[in-house]
């Protein structure tokens, strides 16, 4: 089920939280749609973050439109109406307050003796009526209703003066959704204006609010569904929050002393409260040795705090203002205070106002004087008496002083807790189905019965509208042009401003709240990745220890039996100090990786080189021309270094492999690798310092990578491989077993290393790919030869190979005769810029085409 809740702000939300959390716990969604109230704010921000299934959007900031303004001024005039009855005779101060807002046509109308009469008063009431019913919808609102698509339309208050939630329930009954209102409470259906629209649904707390909707409202009693009083279900079950010493001293109070707590009124009830607590104080303890001791509680209206924050009552001893600036009991914490307030009471006592029902809820006796300030607003409201009647009311109501005097010494002399008189009050007002009963339940079964019922019959006003519409629009442009329709504009234009405003300031909130979270992610993700670096740099430091107990081994085997180039001798002492390398040096690993072709970290301190440049372009014409997915970039492991540019880092080592890679892809070998779901074995001569087989085994993780090297160089490559791939399969030669053990379920081994010249490769698995990156330029030529034919006869049908290009190529002649014996050469041209000429591309320094790129495809015989 999905229901569109309008309300007037969001202060409303308080007396249905547990409907809306209900109604998102049986798994219905809720648009929640409310102008912004900030004593609202926290309460409809909570209930959103906890139920995903409830949200909430502001009203929809609409301009002034002539037939709705007509409308509101219409229902104006007929609630003005209703307080000329003789039910309300003895409330002059409700039908003030309805005389503010009644329009000027309708007052001059009563004045008149034929309409001015009881008769004429209905007629009229009856004919404004049907003016209303007869005036077109807001195609907005239409709109705005349509792209909800709600099963359910409810709407409260409702019964403000001119109703003008109206609109949204027409557009919804036209669009055949059914409506509803939820009452808010328990005073609005006898002091505010009336119900002017059919409803399908209408939900009141008890027997009493039921004889007020139908009589009052002529709403259809079939319509009418008690379910309790909402708003109090959670008191039923609160307990204490702290002792009552504790909160005596919390509030200012003296602990040894029993307290009277005065629960404040709103203002159109009480707008001068200050000075008749003060003189109500004053009188009670010069009349009572009983009640001059006690202490005196004042909580505020929380929309009604104005008069107090500044009340000085320094003067009278054990008497506080508490909360000073008056608080809104919808969080548990002021909830908990408001609750302790009550509970550690003597009594409550107040003028009218709904902290009285929850006094009784509470089991506090509740008492109030008949004062001649407050006759309007006691006397002189309907609702008062739901309060005050002999039978089932909770008031303990005096109509003098003395009487008043008496009945609170009565009270504190019992200390009783449990007044008989609240159990049948909440029995008869605000539990009707049993005092054990929650309402929220029952509110919310009414809602999914009333949704179940399905779509009704659209209903787009009656059919004699459009016949009158002509007369009404003259009575609506001139209605639009009458000073109250100005205020009312400016009005609107002010909130869609304010609106605006507002959707500006969320949008730049939430902007740095992406930023903060942003900030927050990086923060986490660096410590993360310094406990991934020290996580790293553990385990290399274990893969060293081992790599080199196994190299050292080794070098007894491999290093008698070959010839080194000078080159070769330079690289191995280079690699010397890394034999006996403490945990700091192997957690720097990638620093030392020059030696074995690496780049050089240094070379990346400054920002401002050409190197930069250079390597920016590169890599910008290689991902132009190639896509992201074959490059992988510098990582932060083992000392990992570069430039940092919109979160990437890279190299030259970086630039180098990504061409190569590249290189493989032009060359219709490296998609064999990807895709296939056979395993591969690649043969990388020299390994390097690792940097390419790390590149290589991400980008086609189903291949077995086997290295060959002198036994020194695997202190680099062999490490920084295993602690890349911390859960990979590793398998060192063994020059103790046969060559069969070693190549025994090599499917299954990720990395296979081995000293060069220990591991004869005709006996194993034929290899697919041989990768050289530099090493064989650096060999003697037997040494190269016998390389290139090891790869030949283990059945290796690619052979890819890169030379540098300077100083000379005469020096990489005995490599590339030594490929060509066996394979069939094609060069791979360096990739170019089209973008950029070429006599600019030779003042910029070289990369791309300082290498020589060959691969060769295996000869059928030689």
Excluded at 491 to 508: G, H, S, V, Y
Aim: hydrophobic share 40%.
């Amino acid at each position: 089920m999905t229901i569109l809740f309008v309300m007037r702000s969001t202060v409303y939300v308080r007396n249905f939280e547990s409907t809306l959390r209900l109604l998102a716990a049986r798994g219905h969604d809720v648009h929640i749609v409310a102008d912004w109230d900030d004593d609202g704010r926290d309460l409809i921000n909570r209930i959103c973050g906890d139920c995903p299934r409830i949200r909430y959007s502001p009203t929809p900031p609409l301009p002034l439109n002539r037939w709705s303004f007509l409308g509101t001024e219409l229902r104006r005039a007929i609630d003005y109406l209703r307080y000329l009855g003789s039910e309300y005779a003895d409330a002059p101060k409700l039908r003030g307050r309805a005389e503010r807002k009644a329009p000027a046509f309708v007052m001059a109308a009563v004045n008149r003796p034929l309409l001015g009469s009881r008769p004429g008063r209905w007629l009229l009431s009856r004919l404004l009526h049907w003016c209303d019913r007869a005036l077109p919808r807001d195609p907005a609102i239409d709109a705005f209703v349509q792209a909800e698509r709600p099963d359910l339309v409810l709407v409260t208050p409702l019964v403000e003066t001119g109703s003008p939630q109206a609109d949204y329930l027409r557009s919804a009954r036209a669009l055949g959704v059914r409506t509803g209102l939820c009452v808010y409470s328990w005073d609005n259906l006898t002091n505010k204006g009336l119900i002017h629209d059919p409803l399908d649904l209408v939900t009141v707390w008890n027997e009493a609010m039921r004889r007020e909707a139908v009589t009052l409202h002529h709403v259809p009693s079939r319509s009418v569904v008690v379910t309790g009083a909402v708003p109090y279900d959670h008191w039923f079950t609160w307990q204490p929050h702290t002792t009552r010493d504790a909160f005596c001293a919390r509030a200012g109070l003296r602990a040894d002393r029993p307290y009277l707590l005065y629960v404040c009124s709103s203002k159109f009830i009480a707008p001068d409260e200050v000075p008749f607590v003060r003189d109500w104080i004053a009188r009670l303890r010069g009349a009572s040795a009983v009640l001059r001791d006690a202490g005196v509680l004042i909580r505020p209206h929380p929309q009604n705090s104005g008069a107090w924050a500044a009340a000085d009552l320094g003067d009278l001893d054990n008497v506080v203002v508490w909360p000073r600036t008056g608080a809104n009991p919808v969080d548990d914490d002021s909830r908990a205070e408001y609750f302790d307030s009550i509970h550690y009471s003597a009594a409550v006592v107040g003028v009218n106002t709904s902290a009285q029902i929850e006094a009784a809820i509470i089991g506090r006796g509740v008492y109030t004087i008949l004062a001649p300030e407050f006759q309007h607003t006691q006397q002189g409201t309907l609702h008062f008496h739901h309060l005050s009647a002999d039978e089932g009311g909770v008031l303990h109501v005096a109509h003098t002083f003395p009487e008043h005097v008496e009945q609170l010494e009565a009270a504190l002399q019992r200390g009783d807790t449990d007044d008989p008189r609240c159990r049948r009050f909440l029995a008869a007002f605000v539990r009707p189905h049993g005092i054990d009963v929650p309402a929220t339940p029952r509110l919310v079964e009414a809602l999914e019965s009333t949704a179940a019922r399905g779509r009704r019959r659209a209903d787009h006003g009656p059919w004699w509208g459009a016949l009158l519409r002509p007369l009404l629009s003259v009575a609506a442009d001139r209605q639009a042009l009458s000073q109250r329709a100005g205020e009312e504009r400016r009005a609107r234009n002010w909130r869609i401003k304010q609106q605006r405003r507002l959707d500006a300031m969320a949008e730049k909130q939430q902007v740095h709240q992406r930023r903060a979270a942003r900030r927050t992610e990086r923060k986490a993700r660096s410590a993360a990745g310094r406990d991934d670096l020290g996580a790293a740099a553990a385990r290399a430091y274990d893969s060293y220890l081992r790599v080199r107990d196994w190299a050292a081994r080794m070098r007894a085997v491999a290093n008698g039996h070959v010839t080194l180039s000078d080159a070769e001798r330079q690289s191995l002492a280079a690699l010397a100090h890394l034999w006996d390398a403490s945990p700091d040096t192997v957690a720097m690993l990638r620093t030392h990786s020059v030696a074995a072709g690496g780049a050089r970290a240094a070379d990346y301190e400054d920002s401002e080189s050409d190197l930069l440049g250079r390597l920016r372009h590169d890599l910008h014409v290689l991902r132009r021309q190639l896509g992201s997915d074959l490059l992988v970039l510098e990582p932060a492991q083992l000392g990992g270094f570069g430039w940092i540019k919109a979160g990437e880092r890279f190299n030259a080592d970086t630039v180098r492999y990504f061409e190569v890679m590249g290189v493989l892809k032009d060359a219709g070998v490296l998609g064999e690798y990807r895709a296939s779901r056979q395993r591969r074995l690649v043969w990388d001569i020299g390994g390097g310092w690792g940097g390419f087989g790390y590149r290589f085994k991400t980008v086609a993780p189903n291949t077995t990578y086997l290295i060959t090297a002198l036994p020194d160089q695997f202190l680099l490559s062999a490490v920084y491989l295993m602690t890349m791939f911390p859960d990979a399969t590793v398998r060192f030669y063994d020059e103790s077993r046969s060559p069969d053990e070693f190549w025994r379920e090599w499917e299954r081994v990720d990395f296979m290393f081995a000293p060069e010249g220990a591991l004869p490769l005709r006996s194993g698995p034929r290899v697919d790919l041989t990768i050289d990156l530099l090493a064989l330029s650096a060999m003697p030529p037997a040494r190269v030869c016998r390389h290139v034919e090891h790869a030949f006869e283990s059945g290796a049908r690619y052979f890819y190979t890169l030379l540098p290009t300077v100083p000379s190529i005469d020096d990489t002649a005995h490599v590339r005769r030594a490929l060509a014996r066996w394979y069939w050469l094609h060069p791979v041209p360096p990739r170019t810029d089209p973008e950029v000429p070429s006599d600019d591309m030779m003042t910029l320094p070289p990369f791309m085409s300082d290498r020589l790129h060959l691969v060769g495809w295996r000869r059928i015989g030689v």
